[in-house]
């Protein structure tokens, strides 16, 4: 491959890498001491291990804002096939920007697209505590 295709998809990967950060990792550590979850582990907590598909993850890496502060996506529960969308608080605070509020009705959309259901989450309503009564 030539050396030129090569460092563009390194640098992609990389801001991928980022985006899954979010807000980065002092943010991620401040939920924590709250007993709460990150956007992505909301949604991976829900879905059936590994079948969480993310769209649009870089959206928002040139203003400096990953994801625009939404993890957006599709997989399944329970087998069946879902669209779904988290806020992510470390990005912004998880305030809605343009493309934010553009990711969110898009989800909708491939929801009634694919005629399955849509979820979303916020941290408000998965603590730890939230967890734990949910396993029971």
Wanted: proline residues 3%; contains cysteine; positive net charge.
């Amino acid at each position: 491959m030539d050396d030129k295709y090569t460092e563009k998809i390194r640098r992609l990967r990389e801001v991928k890498e980022k985006a899954a950060k979010g807000g980065g990792d002092d943010k991620i550590a401040r939920l924590r001491e709250q007993g709460k979850m990150t956007a992505r582990e909301r949604i991976e907590y829900l879905l059936d291990p590994g079948s969480f598909v993310e769209l649009n993850p870089i959206i928002g890496h040139m203003e400096g804002t990953p994801a625009d502060g939404l993890v957006a996506g599709y997989g399944t529960i329970a087998g069946r096939t879902v669209c779904i969308y988290s806020q992510d608080t470390t990005v912004k605070g998880g305030s809605i920007g343009p493309m934010h509020g553009f990711k969110m009705y898009r989800t909708i959309e491939w929801a009634l697209e694919m005629r399955v259901g849509s979820w979303w989450t916020n941290r408000v309503t998965c603590s730890s505590r939230d967890r734990a009564s949910w396993a029971s």
